[in-house]
C-alpha cells in the first residue's frame, strides 16, 4: 500500500499491482509496476472537501518507472500505436509527453483541473437508471431483463464528454506557453469544447472541419464561432481535416499547441486523451457502487476513434468480469463498403502517426469511411482499441445508420433524452444484446452527447414524419 498526497493532504490510498501487457502471441510488451489508485468518494470528501469528484490519475509508475500509463516507451499498446512521424516532429512529441507527464505529477496541476471538471465541466455526470427504456426491453422477456444505465456525458458543459480532454489538454497549452491551439473536429462536438476551453483560458483556437460536416452540424460551427475560434473549411472529411490540423500545427510550432480530441495519432496523443476521459470510468465504478453495492456486468460506448470508450473502459480492463463492448458505424451496412467499421473489417496498417487496424483497400489506400453520425466517420481507430480486441479483452459490433436513428427516436419517447447520433450507435445495440442478458444484470451505456446538434439530420431522414 501507499499514499498519495495531493496538496499535503492525504486522498487516496493505492495498491500496487504489476501491469502486463501482452499481444495475441502472449508475448509480453512491457511490465510494469503500477500504484492503483483505490479512490472512495468517503477517502476525497473527507481529507479534501473541496474536491468531490472522482479524478484522479489513472495510474502512478513507482520507483523510476518513467511513464504512468500502461503504455511502452514508444507509445505501443502491443503491436499497435507508435510514433510514425518524420524525424522533425519527433523532439515536438517528446516535448509534449514531457509536458504531459509532468502535469500527471504537479499536484497543483491536479488539483486546479479537479476543480475545473467540478466547476466548469458540471462532473460528476449522473449515472442514470433508465427505467423505461429497461422495462421497454422486459416486457418483451415475461418482465425480465438487465437493468440498463446511462452514463450522462450529455450533461457535461458543452453536450458531451469532448469536454474532459478538451479542458485539460488546453491547461497543459497554457502551461507550455503556447499562444493559440489548433484542432480538427468532425461531429463539431471537440471543436466546440476546445473552443469554450480556449476562451476560458485566453488562447487563439482554430477548427479545421470537412465542408460537409459544417454544413450537417451547422449549429455547432456557429457555436464554435460564437465562442471566438475560427473555423477552417476542408474539402473531403474529417480524415482530411485531422490531416490540415496537423500540417497547420508544424507551421508554427513553437506557437501551436496541437489539441487532439480523438484517441488517435502519434504517441502521446492517444495516451493523453484516453488519460484526461478516463474519469468517466472512474466515476462509474464509485457510482455503481453506491447504486446497487457493485460493478456494471456490461459496459457499452460507441467507437468512433475511441475517446468515449476508452474512457468508459479503462477503468475496468483489469476487471475481467466486466464486458467491454463497442460498437462501430455499420453506416449502410458492411456490404454496402460505405461504413466506417474499422475494427470489424479493416487491416492493420499506419494512419496519422500510428499502427492501428484501417480501412484501407488492396493498395494500402485509405477508404473514404460513411456514418449517418459525423463524429463516427474515420477510416481508423485508437490503438489502444486495436489491442484490446486483438487481446480479446474487448468485444466489437457494428450498428448502421437506419438502427441509430431508432435508437435516437426510442430514447427521445422513452426517457426524454436526445442523445447525440454516436451516442445512439451504442444504444442501438441493445437491440441485439439485452436478450442475452441475465435478468437483473446491469448494463452501463455511455450517452456521449446530446443529440439537439443532429436534430436536422433526423428530420431530413423523415423519422418523425408520421406524427
Ligand atoms: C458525442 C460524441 N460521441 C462520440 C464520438 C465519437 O468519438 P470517440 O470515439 O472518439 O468518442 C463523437 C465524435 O465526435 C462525439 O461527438
Not at 422477456?141 to 464528454?161: A, C, F, W
Not at 474512457?311 to 463497442?326: A, C, Q, S
Not at 453520425?373 to 482499441?385: H, Q
Request: proline fraction near 4%; charge should be negative; glycine fraction near 10%.
Amino acid at each position: 500500500m501507499a499514499w498519495c498526497k495531493l496538496q499535503g493532504a492525504i486522498v487516496s490510498c493505492h495498491s500496487r499491482t504489476r501491469h502486463e501487457l501482452t499481444d495475441e502471441k502472449g508475448a509480453s510488451s512491457r511490465l510494469l509496476e503500477v500504484v492503483q489508485p483505490v479512490v472512495t468518494r468517503e477517502t476525497i470528501k473527507i481529507m479534501l472537501p473541496e474536491l468531490t469528484i472522482a479524478y484522479v490519475p489513472s495510474t502512478q509508475i513507482v520507483e523510476s518507472k518513467p511513464l504512468p500509463i500502461p503504455t511502452s516507451d514508444s507509445g505501443k499498446f502491443g503491436r499497435f500505436g507508435g510514433k510514425f512521424v518524420p524525424e522533425t516532429l519527433v523532439a515536438c512529441l517528446n516535448q509534449l509527453e514531457l509536458h504531459f507527464e509532468n502535469a500527471l505529477r504537479d499536484q497543483l496541476f491536479q488539483a486546479e483541473l479537479a476543480v475545473a471538471l467540478r466547476d466548469y465541466v458540471g462532473r460528476e455526470t449522473p449515472l442514470y437508471h433508465a427505467e423505461r427504456l429497461s422495462e421497454y426491453y422486459k416486457s418483451m422477456n415475461n418482465g425480465k431483463g438487465p437493468d440498463i444505465y446511462l452514463k450522462r456525458e450529455d450533461l457535461s458543459h458543452t453536450g458531451s464528454h469532448k469536454m474532459n480532454n478538451a479542458l485539460a489538454q488546453s491547461m497543459i497549452a497554457k502551461r507550455m506557453g503556447c499562444k493559440s491551439v489548433v484542432t480538427a473536429t468532425g461531429s463539431g462536438q471537440h471543436g466546440l469544447a476546445t473552443a469554450a476551453a480556449c476562451a476560458k483560458l485566453g488562447l487563439d483556437c482554430t477548427v479545421f472541419m470537412a465542408a460537409k460536416d459544417m454544413q450537417r452540424q451547422s449549429s455547432n460551427v456557429r457555436l464554435i464561432k460564437l465562442l471566438g475560434a475560427q473555423v477552417e473549411k476542408v474539402e473531403g472529411g474529417f480524415k482530411d481535416a485531422a490531416s490540415e490540423a496537423f500540417r497547420y500545427w508544424v507551421g508554427d510550432l513553437e506557437r501551436n499547441y496541437h489539441l487532439t480530441g480523438s484517441a488517435v495519432g502519434p504517441h502521446p496523443c492517444p495516451a493523453m486523451v484516453r488519460e484526461f476521459q478516463s474519469v468517466i470510468g472512474k466515476e462509474t465504478r464509485i457510482q455503481a457502487l453506491e447504486k446497487w453495492g457493485g460493478k456494471p456486468d456490461v459496459v457499452v460506448a460507441c467507437v468512433g476513434t475511441g475517446s468515449n470508450a476508452l474512457g468508459l473502459f479503462h477503468e475496468f480492463i483489469d476487471d475481467r468480469d466486466v464486458r467491454l463492448i463497442g460498437v462501430e458505424a455499420g453506416g449502410m451496412g458492411l456490404e454496402s463498403g460505405a461504413h466506417s467499421s474499422s475494427l470489424t473489417t479493416g487491416e492493420v496498417g499506419v494512419y496519422h502517426g500510428a499502427i492501428t487496424y484501417l480501412l484501407q483497400d488492396q493498395d494500402g489506400q485509405v477508404i473514404q469511411p460513411h456514418s449517418i453520425a459525423a463524429g463516427m466517420e474515420y477510416p481508423g481507430v485508437g490503438p489502444e482499441l486495436s489491442f484490446l480486441k486483438e487481446s480479446g479483452r474487448a468485444e466489437f459490433c457494428v450498428a448502421n445508420d437506419q438502427e441509430a436513428l431508432h435508437a435516437y427516436e426510442r430514447l427521445c419517447k422513452l426517457e426524454g433524452i436526445v442523445p447525440s447520433l454516436e451516442a445512439a450507435h451504442a444504444l442501438a445495440i441493445l437491440d441485439k444484446l439485452v436478450p442475452t442478458l441475465h435478468n437483473g444484470s446491469k448494463v452501463v451505456v455511455n450517452c456521449s452527447g446530446r443529440g439537439d446538434k443532429d436534430a436536422a439530420t433526423v428530420f431530413n431522414r423523415g423519422l418523425f414524419d408520421e406524427e
